[in-house]
């Protein structure tokens, strides 16, 4: 039985349709993030349903999951919903742009998200996924990554790239900012949660 893939369309700024239009068509469930919604459905994709609190949505024919909890984003919110409602793999667009306390949510919530769930976020020019122990990557030669530890971490270990790191502390700086990839596997390791984006060019 394959994995469960699960497509959340948020409010924000969206990537261009080469990035959404497949995975639109890739994800057997797909989610409208409270405004999301209608960003998804002014696109044609057809929506699933609908989660949040709904303070910022106006379509009412799509099957609604109220989260009202107001100490949680939406979308931290929804990929909580996601687990436990049996998502494997998790992507998301429309999450660039807006105030910037709603940006550094976005990867708050990509770290507190359920260990469980693989997660992509697809942005305009840059993927972003999470590592919490160990993260394998298949990258072409030359492609650009950066790593950012949003807590404190002993151990860090990244190979396959230019500025390779061997069980080293790691804290929320600029240290793992724009490395380069050698072509072929990359392998990260930490003790605690990474933050890994890479560009899409």
């Known amino acids: 039985m394959g994995e469960s893939r699960w497509l959340l369309c948020a409010d ?13 068509q ?8 409270d405004g999301g919604t209608d960003a ?3 696109r044609k994709i057809s ?12 379509d009412s024919q799509i099957k609604r999951v109220s989260l009202p909890d107001q100490n949680a984003s939406d979308l931290d919110k929804t990929l909580n919903y996601a687990a436990k409602n049996g998502a494997d793999v998790v992507d998301i667009i429309g999450v660039e742009g807006g105030e910037i306390d709603h940006q550094l949510g976005v990867f708050a919530a990509l770290i507190e998200a359920p260990s469980e769930l693989e997660i992509y976020m697809h942005m305009s020019e840059h993927v972003v996924m999470r590592c919490l122990e160990d993260l394998e990557l298949i990258l072409n030669e030359g492609t650009q ?17 230019e500025y390779p790191l061997d069980c080293e ?28 984006v890479i560009s899409a060019r």
Do not use: K, Q
């Open 12 to 24: 924000g700024e969206w990537p261009p349709a080469s990035v959404w239009e497949p995975l639109s």
């Open 26 to 33: 890739a994800c057997e469930t797909i989610v409208g993030v």
């Open 40 to 42: 998804a459905l002014s």
């Open 47 to 58: 929506v699933n349903l609908a989660t949040g609190d709904f303070d910022s949505i106006t």
């Open 145 to 161: 990554l950066s790593l950012f530890a949003f807590t404190s971490c002993v151990n860090v270990s990244i190979s396959g790239v």
């Open 169 to 196: 502390p790691l804290a929320f700086s600029t240290r793992g900012l724009h490395n380069v990839a050698l072509g072929g596997p990359v392998l990260i390791e930490s003790d605690g949660a990474l933050v890994v």
